[in-house]
T-cell receptor, first 114, second 119 residues
Framework: NAGVTQTPKFQVLKTGQSMTLQCAQD?????MSWYRQDPGMGLRLIHY???????DQGEVPNGYNVSRSTTEDFPLRLLSAAPSQTSVYFC?????????????FGPGTRLTVL | AQKVTQAQTEISVVEKEDVTLDCVYE???????LFWYKQPPSGELVFLIR??????QNEISGRYSWNFQKSTSSFNFTITASQVVDSAVYFC????????????????FGQGTILTVHP
């Protein structure tokens, strides 16, 4: 098992550019989510999904889009990057039968928007 | 709404000192789960412990121990005889129970405490 993988590890964008952060898991987890980590603010939930075709907003969804066409993949899209989106992004997954209590985190993507 | 507060932004100790990281939480749920994660300088999140709201027993794992007190809504983490390798950011997190079917895996994190252990 590769667990939760994220690509790329690092990315630099210019304001207004678009990009997709990839997240994949090979554990057949129903639940997947995206967090952003900013200094002094901990991790905050952006979007989450409880299964293929089902997504919902978290605490800080503005500026981000998600979709879940397969159980394995949960990409995060930035349509028009802004400097305020400079952050470290973590993807996580968990299994419904665990009560979603065992979270597996990816290694993170460090994004800088100039 | 749920909330987690880690009031200590940064802590600096000398190796072999004991150090306690505080975590205070707020939730209206009677069923909830508390977590501690470690984030070393390499950046990944390392799971340390999960506790459910019905289990107030303290836990010890090697040099790590956790004190869960529902009466004060606290879940503090103590490192005994700290080592340089303990230098990291530590996060406390809360997940509400899924009785209403809407909490799923949503975690609320504290702000994090930066621990620096000097040799």
């Amino acid at each position: 098992n590769a667990g939760v993988t994220q690509t790329p590890k690092f990315q630099v964008l210019k304001t207004g550019q678009s990009m997709t952060l990839q997240c994949a898991q090979d554990m057949n987890h129903e639940y997947m989510s995206w967090y952003r980590q900013d200094p002094g603010m901990g991790l905050r939930l952006i979007h989450y999904s409880v299964g293929a075709g089902i997504t919902d907003q978290g605490e800080v969804p503005n500026g981000y889009n998600v979709s879940r066409s397969t159980t394995e993949d949960f990409p995060l899209r930035l349509l028009s990057a802004a400097p305020s989106q400079t952050s470290v992004y973590f993807c996580a997954s968990s299994l419904r039968t665990s009560g979603y209590n065992e979270q597996f985190f990816g290694p993170g993507t460090r994004l800088t928007v100039l | 709404a749920q909330k987690v507060t880690q009031a200590q932004t940064e802590i600096s100790v000398v190796e072999k000192e004991d150090v306690t990281l505080d975590c205070v939480y707020e939730t209206r749920d009677t069923t909830y789960y508390l977590f501690w994660y470690k984030q070393p300088p390499s950046g990944e999140l390392v799971f340390l412990i999960r506790r459910n709201s019905f289990d107030e027993q303290n836990e010890i794992s090697g040099r790590y121990s956790w004190n869960f007190q529902k009466s004060t809504s606290s879940f503090n983490f103590t490192i005994t005889a700290s080592q340089v390798v303990d230098s990291a950011v530590y996060f406390c997190a809360l997940k509400e129970g899924n009785a209403g079917g809407t909490s799923y895996g949503k975690l609320t994190f504290g702000q994090g405490t930066i621990l620096t252990v000097h040799p």
